[in-house]
T-cell receptor, first 112, second 115 residues
Framework: NAGVTQTPKFQVLKTGQSMTLQCAQD?????MSWYRQDPGMGLRLIHY???????DQGEVPNGYNVSRSTTEDFPLRLLSAAPSQTSVYFC???????????FGDGTRLSIL | AQSVTQPDIHITVSEGASLELRCNYS??????LFWYVQSPGQGLQLLLK??????LVQGIKGFEAEFKRSQSSFNLRKHSVHWSDAAEYFC?????????????FGKGTKLSVKP
């Protein structure tokens, strides 16, 4: 099993550009989430989903959109990239949100 | 508000020495507790978890953690540190609020290991 797969691994954007970070899991997990990791800040929850068609905001949702059309996929969209969104983004999945989460390897995003 | 505090930002220990990483949480109910490890450039890997029962839990790579309700703590320990343990460690607390519970992460403790 691949687990949680994130693409791309690295990306450089210019301010104002949009892009989608992809996340796919093959464990049939209902719960999926996106975090951003910044030095000294730990992981902060951006958006999460408890199942196909259901999404909700986390701690830092501004500037990001998500959708969950299938159980497997949970893409994160940056609508208009800003330098403050330079970060490492992690996708995770689990059977439920409070259960142990499986993490992808991350997407390192730089906004110039 | 729910929170997780890891008081130590950076710890250095000698190889073969014992290790304790501190984690304190603030939570209104019995929490689910986790420790994750992150090697440089990698995602997070689950070390161990506590849901209920025995308050001393064993994890992978020789790590253990003890849940102390009276101190709201879930400290991570290892008896003899190896150079490969150098990484960043995150404590997390989970809600038992059905399927909509989320994990709250501490800010992490970076572990360096001296030869």
């Amino acid at each position: 099993n691949a687990g949680v797969t994130q693409t791309p691994k690295f990306q450089v954007l210019k301010t104002g550009q949009s892009m989608t970070l992809q996340c796919a899991q093959d464990m049939n997990h209902e719960y999926m989430s996106w975090y951003r990791q910044d030095p000294g800040m730990g992981l902060r929850l951006i958006h999460y989903s408890v199942g196909a068609g259901i999404t909700d905001q986390g701690e830092v949702p501004n500037g990001y959109n998500v959708s969950r059309s299938t159980t497997e996929d949970f893409p994160l969209r940056l609508l208009s990239a800003a330098p403050s969104q330079t970060s490492v983004y992690f996708c995770a999945s689990s059977r439920q949100g409070s259960q142990p989460q499986h993490f992808g390897d991350g997407t390192r995003l730089s906004i110039l | 508000a729910q929170s997780v505090t890891q008081p130590d930002i950076h710890i250095t220990v000698s190889e073969g020495a014992s290790l304790e990483l501190r984690c304190n949480y603030s939570y209104g109910a019995t929490p689910y507790l986790f420790w994750y490890v992150q090697s440089p450039g990698q995602g997070l890997q689950l070390l161990l978890k506590y849901f209920s029962g025995d308050t001393l839990v064993q994890g992978i790579k020789g790590f253990e953690a003890e849940f102390k309700r009276s101190q709201s703590s879930f400290n991570l320990r290892k008896h003899s540190v190896h150079w490969s343990d150098a990484a960043e460690y995150f404590c997390a607390v989970g809600s038992a609020r059905g399927s909509q519970g989320n994990l709250i992460f501490g800010k992490g403790t970076k572990l360096s290991v001296k030869p």
